[in-house]
């Protein structure tokens, strides 16, 4: 089977080379390598540039900047292969993910492969990212799939393979542009409701780089917006590809990222003033699809209580403390 490696890039610069040498030198060599630069600066365009020279079997395309799922729905239509799998730019796979994940679409016949990962970010330990629901690697019937396995099995595109025939195609699946999150998860929604199988392999095979300008600890001015968008566009997929009973795991992810939002907002990193804050605060709380949320899932937690309550000086307080926490704790602080 030849497989297509979709990798899209924006100024991931010397993260590059590791990331395609990871990829070039695979176990599995029957590739078609697909490198979409998506209006990169300079420096990572040349390195774009170079690389592609170095292996026949790099289709670079350089294009105007999109957004991620953009260049990855390009990166579809460009794809030839049996099957399909993503890596972003500035991480790294095992020398046999392909193989690993190729031999087990083939041995169990399933339709999408996928593997453990683990997160690497700089001065911590490295962390496990695995499926919690599964001991060892197995086969997963889609039919049988309980909403919280499923919330969990169809999060990341990077850790999967898909037969491009039976998933993508047979479900029209693409990324939903114009999103912030959720983007692989709606995808992986698609794709994973026209499979019957989905093998598992319980192997941290995909290395993810945590690092400064890292889409997660990036601050987002438009945050609640961005989730209200996000919630408009995932729950109706839940609805369309799975059903109405798996609306309630996916509700809750949607309320994590309204908790992480007063994080957001009040990081020190953001460069806002108090005043400012605040006002984005006031907005979280009076916006309707949050509100909708939280009263859909009933959370009695402390910050969906303060939204709900309209507290949005208690949550700036609650939002700095979170963020020094953070801060002495090493977890990670939003970049400005």
């Not at 790099?58 to 990855?72: D, P, W």
């Not at 999103?179 to 993810?208: G, Q």
Request: proline share 4%; aromatic share 8%; hydrophobic share 40%.
């Amino acid at each position: 089977m030849k497989v297509s490696v979709i990798i899209p890039i924006y100024n991931t610069g010397e993260y590059l080379r590791g990331c395609l040498d990871s990829i070039c030198s695979q176990t599995y060599q029957n590739l078609q390598i697909i490198m979409i630069d998506d209006g990169s600066d300079r420096h990572t365009a040349d390195i774009c540039d170079t690389i592609a020279r170095s292996d026949e079997r790099i289709l670079l395309i350089h294009k105007k900047n999109e957004g991620v799922s953009i260049a990855r729905n390009i990166g579809l239509a460009k794809a030839t292969g049996d099957v399909v799998c993503f890596v972003d730019s500035d991480d790294t796979i095992e020398p046999d993910m392909i193989e690993a994940l190729v031999v087990a679409l083939e041995k169990n016949d399933a339709q999408i492969a996928l593997c453990d990962a683990v997160t690497i970010t700089p001065g911590r330990p490295n962390q496990s990212d695995t499926i919690p629901d599964f001991e060892t690697s197995c086969t997963i019937s889609v039919k049988d799939i309980k909403p919280a396995t499923l919330s969990r099995v169809a999060g990341s595109a990077w850790r999967c393979a898909y037969k491009r025939t039976d998933t993508l195609l047979a479900s029209k699946a693409a990324f939903p542009e114009g999103l912030k999150f959720s983007e692989d998860r709606i995808f992986n929604l698609m794709a994973m409701s026209a499979a019957a199988r989905i093998a598992y392999v319980k192997r941290p095979l995909y290395k993810r780089l945590i690092r400064d300008g890292s889409a997660c600890l990036r601050y987002y001015p438009d945050m609640t917006e961005q989730i209200a968008k996000m919630r408009s566009v995932l729950i109706p997929a839940v609805k369309k590809y799975w059903g109405d009973k798996y609306v309630p795991i996916y509700e809750a992810q949607i309320a994590g990222h309204i908790k992480c939002a007063v994080t957001n907002y009040t990081a020190p990193a953001n460069g806002l003033a108090m005043a400012e804050s605040i006002e984005k605060l006031k907005n979280l709380c009076a916006n309707t699809s949050v509100i909708e949320c939280l009263n859909t899932l009933n959370r009695k937690d402390k910050r969906s209580s303060l939204i709900l309550r309209e507290r949005y000086n208690q949550l700036y307080i609650l939002g700095k403390l979170t963020n020094y926490y953070h801060k002495i704790c090493r977890k990670g602080q939003y970049q400005a």
